[in-house]
């Protein structure tokens, strides 16, 4: 009766304010379909029998309420980046009927449907050459001197990563693809030319053709045929030296270069492709993000800020959306390792703090490092030598191994379609922690994870019916569920789904 009275008041309220107010919102409809992964691996994404909504009894301390008429934001994708050793493995090391195999099931419905993809602007340090060597490059490399009109650019040495791009995106026409670089050309570094660390020469000239570099980048990926939806202007800006290609690029400086150089650039260009600032780690995103965005004419050109999980917590994507609520929020990078071998626990971890910790502090996207990694956790170009992909390829025999990762990112990707809506569930951190989604087609999706070491039952509530779930220990499952017709979850009771937005909850905070 409270709730049927609390209704009545806000829609009497929306009369008075001249908005006009749908009927009662008025059940979900039947059957959930479920899907689970358990910390003993006897469940990977496995299916389960369907659940059926019924009428709400009964209580249950864990009990988590979806209300579809109050969303946030809408997300990009989910997916890993296709580095050059990604590439290499893919495409060198496989056979044709195993490639298409692979493909198909990180990029297609018949596997995890992944729709989002970062590669690596020139070398990383996943980045080999034709024999699979380590190796560095740019798109301008030249022997000696300076090259400012570029007329050495060429994407070239990205044979294997184009190659492995265009195959995928015949799987997936809609693939979102994201280039971030780890270093400028060396000969527009300051001191002696080195692809490891160092920072831009900082003189106009070098500015000025380091954002046509992006531009002539942007094109060439266009014309063979894999168009780049957004950049990075640099990949981890806050490290000064590295042992692999990397530049550090300060705050106000990269302030500087998207507003004097790289945004009239792409403006000229005639480019829509995204700038994004930052990609870093959540523990020093916040004052970074404030510098950039909060310079209006770098504000103008940049889309948002792209985080890292290897310092700090999610938490920090929600602090820097309050201050900033209209630039988008992205998660670009983090990888598992040897450094953490129990499947229960990685499972546990990347799902409190990637799948549903970043999207619950404002991420569109939640992307992890290497797709692919050989059983070395390589090839390597320096850096990490004990890193995981999200599949492990023999390069002996071209057999894959789905790690972890793999499961962890299906449990969105194969669920959750682009353009989906995040909107509000009930949160239980510390135990059933959960994000939910309305799909374009109205179809609802909710992603929980018991991250405590005892099995848990709760509940799924929504408009007077629900259903009861007792998931494992360390475990994960997302369900789907499509309203029935005319009830397909567009509108709360007495709300529109516009009505009420993400400003109600800017102040959300997912440890």
């Known amino acids: 009766m409270k709730s049927s009275k609390r209704w009545l008041s806000i829609g009497l309220a929306l009369t008075l304010l001249g908005i006009s107010a749908p009927s009662a919102y008025a059940g979900p409809g039947g059957s959930v379909d479920a899907w689970l992964t358990t910390a003993d691996q006897t469940s990977l994404l496995t299916k389960q029998a369907p659940l059926q909504f019924s009428d709400d009894s009964g209580s249950n301390p864990t009990t988590i309420d979806i209300n579809p008429g109050l969303t946030y934001q809408t997300m990009d994708g989910f997916g890993a980046a296709i580095t050059g050793s990604s590439a290499y493995l893919i495409n060198k090391k496989m056979s044709p009927g195993q490639r298409e195999a692979l493909l198909n099931n990180l990029f297609t419905e018949k596997g995890i449907n992944i729709g989002f993809v970062r590669h690596t602007i020139g070398a990383s340090d996943y980045s080999v050459d034709a024999n699979g060597n380590a190796g560095s490059y740019t798109y301008d490399d030249v022997a000696s001197g300076t090259d400012y009109p570029l007329n050495h650019f060429s994407i070239a040495k990205d044979a294997d990563v184009t190659s492995v791009l265009r195959a995928i995106l015949d799987k997936n026409r809609s693939l979102k693809v994201l280039g971030s670089p780890w270093t400028a050309p060396p000969w527009m570094k300051s001191g002696t030319p080195t692809y490891n660390g160092g920072s831009l020469n900082g003189i106009p000239n070098v500015y000025t053709s380091y954002a046509n570099y992006f531009v002539k980048y942007v094109n060439a990926y266009k014309n063979a045929g894999i168009p780049i939806w957004g950049i990075t202007v640099q990949n981890e800006p806050e490290h000064s030296t590295a042992s692999y290609p990397s530049m550090s690029m300060g705050a106000a400086e ?56 290897y310092g700090g917590s999610p938490s920090a994507m929600t602090t820097v959306h309050n ?6 929020i992205y998660f670009t990078e983090c990888s598992g390792g040897e450094w953490s071998t129990d499947f229960g626990n990685n499972l546990s971890w990347n799902m409190s703090n990637l799948l549903i910790g970043s999207p619950r502090n404002w991420a569109k996207t939640v992307l992890l490092w290497n797709m692919a990694l050989d059983p070395k956790g390589g090839p390597t170009n320096g850096g990490c030598t004990n890193c995981r992909g999200v599949v492990t390829i023999d390069p002996n025999n071209g057999s894959v191994t789905k790690n972890v990762e793999y499961y962890v990112i299906g449990h969105a990707s194969k669920f959750v379609a682009p353009g989906a809506m995040r909107i509000d569930s009930t949160n239980f951190g510390g135990s059933v922690e959960n994000v939910a989604y309305r799909n374009p087609d109205g179809s609802l999706v909710l992603i929980a994870a018991n991250v405590s070491s005892a099995s848990k039952t709760f509940k799924v509530r929504m408009n007077s019916q629900s259903f009861t779930y007792t998931l494992p220990a360390k475990s994960a499952v997302t369900f789907k569920w499509k309203p029935s017709p005319g009830r397909d979850g567009r509108s709360g009771p007495g709300l529109d789904s516009g009505t009420l937005t993400g400003a109600v909850e800017s102040s959300e905070v997912i440890e």
């Not at 103008?300 to 792209?306: N, R, V």
Request: charged letters at 15%; hydrophobic letters at 35%; a neutral charge.
């Open 323 to 328: 201050a900033f609520p209209s630039k988008n």
């Open 254 to 309: 990269q302030a500087s270069f998207i507003k004097n150089y790289l945004g009239p650039a792409f403006q000229r260009g005639g480019l829509s492709t995204k700038i994004i600032a930052f990609d870093h780690n959540w523990d020093i995103g916040v004052n970074y993000a404030s510098t950039v965005l909060g310079d209006s004419g770098a504000s103008a050109y940049t889309d948002g800020t792209a985080f890292h999980c």
